[in-house]
């Protein structure tokens, strides 16, 4: 199967669970699309303007999830985990249903929907796909979070950096590519949050649906949590599984170099606005030529702009 050309999945396929922050019961079907449909969201439980589309410009609320609304208000939360699946798996095309306004936690990472893609297939056409290639470095910095995005030849890579005054968490970082390494450590990680935050959460009106189910929960100088951690680096794994997610919302694979420090959604989409407030910054280039291996890659002549 070529990289080159356009995919889908080759069957719908389902899932229940509810909504971290809601706590609401949802019921998620992905299906098959056509070329050039990109992926789309459709919430059932509506009648009448319930399509919503997943776009860094439809960013609504980046607050501790990834929000998209609709000219009419309509929303979808949560979309990160399942975005960075489609993404990852290189799924250019799918229609999501949903019969409430939030995505399934479901364990709290990208692992279920990663497991369940590949189990369904991917159906390739014999349309190109289309990437975002950066020209210009752009970078965006609030307080100590800090986020820059550089030019990379055919790939796209993620530096990330966390650093908690919680000892058992403390300081963490990790680099991914994310078209050529094994990226399973990063889809199996689980979001996570403080003992002492759970509260706050809960005050804000998030949080509802979290358990120690889909969460880790950490507490002092350990986990709550019985399993313990699935790798050594889950925490900042998790954070860059939320950014591969955050970046699909440009629509196409991004081909860049990012680097992260304390950062989260709202520096992510930001850093994207920065990024289309001007075309010199970057390309739009569509694949020519058969096949290459998933890292697109260490092949620059099969890259033609059609900016």
Partial sequence: MSVLSQKTLAKKISFSGIGIHTGDPVNLNILPSSPNSGI?????DLTENNIVIPNFENVSDATLCTTISNQHGVKVSTIEHLMAAFLGLGIDNAIVELDSQEVPILDGSAKDFVKTLKKAGLKESDIPIKLIKINNRIEYQEGNKYISLDKSNTTLEIEFEINYENQFIQKQINKVNVFEDELDDVFNSRTFCLHEDIEKLKKLGLGKGGSLENAIVVHDDKILNESGLRNQNEFVNHKILDCIGDL????????????????????????LRKLFSDNRNYSLLE?????????????????KSIA
């Fill in 40 to 44: 789309i969201f459709k919430r059932v």
């Fill in 248 to 271: 699909y919302l440009v629509g196409y694979r991004l081909i860049g170099s990012l680097k992260c420090r304390h950062g989260g959604h709202s520096l992510t989409n930001k850093l």
């Fill in 287 to 303: 694949i020519k030529g058969k096949s290459l291996p998933h890292s697109l890659v260490n092949n620059r002549h099969n890259l």
